[in-house]
């Protein structure tokens, strides 16, 4: 007996969900009950990747392809992906979309909004997300205006868009802007709580004075001086996480905030001081110059992340390693990123006589870009031992572009008492091991000789 076609049509529809759509509506050739089921099915994902092309699509059609029309938005859609322009045709967003009642997201990649749109009205749109939209300005304003409950919204690389004035759309929690080049942002969103910009070229006029609730601020190549800095940042007393990543204008930052909690300077080449006032930073990622002066109050610091790669500078002395090293040195995880092992290798002559700058860390990872051989692992745990000398785990790993001799190292350390002395001879032994071994990962227990 067909047992499966008896099965209420909520449950048909659960296991239709795991199949492709084109699988979907396959399954109406399987019995009088499977063959409306797919028509009820709440969910439809169209991919080109599922049919043959060449059934609707030549040269000779280019301007006009066969499929033409597609009438979804009438059944009540509550979520719309479009994605189009993968052989150049410009696609005209038809007006039935933009007046779409029971749209709660939207998302369309590579399409054309005309002026000839008409109204724009999406009363319960939570989210819209526009990737090289060509429409102009006006029509940009009227979208945002348009979606009185929006949550939500993301441009990318949109061609016309020259302004953003989100002031009146008081539920607005989160907006990405990336590759536009703007010249004006006006934002008046109370509930703003992310914002992220990136490549995007704002005029002078922007400020974030009336997004007093924003707890994640990203901008990543965006030009700010250090005095817009200054003047917008005391205004977001509740910002939990900032990152500033190649914003070349600034060379002096200064954040005073008891809220903070992660902070990401990357790649900022010209910076030469950072004051750091927030007692409640517990994560910090550093890949800048060793020149710059860092101080810092972060009493929870659990997690500190240092690039050691070289941004359009001479090398670092050792002696400069050391002393950047020790800045932060509360942190229990301590992050090194270099670009050979060497980079991360004091000389025996400066451990011999100069304290270790990260006594405190427990965990102490090191990522290696260029690959290292097995008889560089003697010196460089020797080395990163006299870093954190006191570790509960030490991780290395190489990148996986590279082709080392293995991917990971994990030593973890149990300490235990015995009357003897041979941690130096079980921390060779394992260097010894790995040259002569062939492995993809490694996971060495070694138990740290203390002498009673």
């Given amino acids: 007996m067909d047992r499966i076609s008896e099965l209420p049509e909520v449950v048909l529809q659960y296991i239709l969900s795991f199949l492709p759509i084109k699988q979907v509506v396959q399954s109406t050739v399987l019995s009088t009950r499977w063959k409306h089921i797919w028509t009820t099915f709440p969910n439809l994902v169209f991919d080109e990747t599922y049919f043959d092309t060449t059934l609707w699509w030549s040269p000779k059609n280019k301007k006009n392809p066969e499929v033409q029309k597609a009438t979804i938005v009438d059944s009540d859609v509550e979520e719309l992906n479009l994605e189009f322009g993968y052989f150049g045709i410009d696609y005209i967003l038809p007006q039935r979309v ?16 005309e002026s000839t749109c008409g109204d724009i009205y999406l009363p319960s749109l939570k989210k819209l997300s ?39 759309v008081p539920k607005v929690m989160a907006i990405t802007l990336e590759g536009n080049a703007l010249e004006s942002l006006e934002l008046e969103a109370f509930n703003l709580y992310y914002l992220s910009m990136r490549q995007v ?15 994640l601020l990203s901008l990543c190549v965006v030009y700010i001086s250090n005095e817009w800095l200054n003047n917008n940042l005391p205004g977001l007393a509740l910002l939990e996480k900032l990152e500033l990543k190649i914003c070349f204008e600034l060379k002096t930052i200064k954040i005073s905030n008891h809220h903070l909690k992660s902070l990401d300077l990357d790649r900022c080449a010209y910076l030469i001081e950072v004051e750091i006032d927030a007692p409640k930073l517990s994560t910090f990622i550093y890949y800048g110059t060793y020149q710059a002066s ?13 690039n050691l790669r070289c941004l359009n500078v001479p090398d670092p002395t050792d002696v400069e390693k050391i002393e950047f090293l020790s800045k932060l040195s509360n942190s229990k995880l301590l992050e090194l990123s270099v670009q050979r092992a060497e980079n991360a290798i004091i000389p ?22 260029k690959s290292f051989t097995r008889d560089e692992i003697g010196e460089l745990v020797d080395s990163l031992l006299w ?28 300490k235990q008492s015995y009357n003897c002395k041979t941690t130096p001879f079980l921390l ?20 740290l000789v203390v002498t009673s």
């Fill in 201 to 215: 070229t704002i005029g002078s006029g922007f400020n974030l004075l009336h997004c007093k609730n924003l707890r």
């Fill in 387 to 414: 870093i954190s000398p006191l570790p509960d785990i030490l991780s290395m790993e190489c990148s996986k572009n590279s082709k080392p001799d293995f991917d990971q190292i994990s030593l973890k350390f149990f």
């Fill in 348 to 369: 025996k002559e400066l451990r011999e006589t100069l304290p270790s700058p990260s006594y405190n860390v427990k965990h102490l990872m090191v990522s290696i870009s």
């Fill in 98 to 113: 933009l007046v779409a009642k029971s749209l709660t997201v939207l998302i369309l990649y590579k399409c054309k909004l």
């Fill in 428 to 447: 060779y032994a394992f260097a010894s091991h790995a040259r002569q071994a062939t492995f993809d990962v490694v996971e060495i227990l070694v138990i």
């Fill in 294 to 306: 860092i101080s810092s109050n972060a009493l929870a610091l659990s997690q500190a992340t240092y």
């Fill in 130 to 168: 526009l990737s090289h939209v060509d429409a102009d300005d006006q029509i940009f304003q009227n979208l945002i205006a348009g979606c009185p409950v929006i949550e939500s919204m993301m441009f990318r690389e949109c061609r016309g868009l020259k302004s953003i004035k989100a002031s009146n």
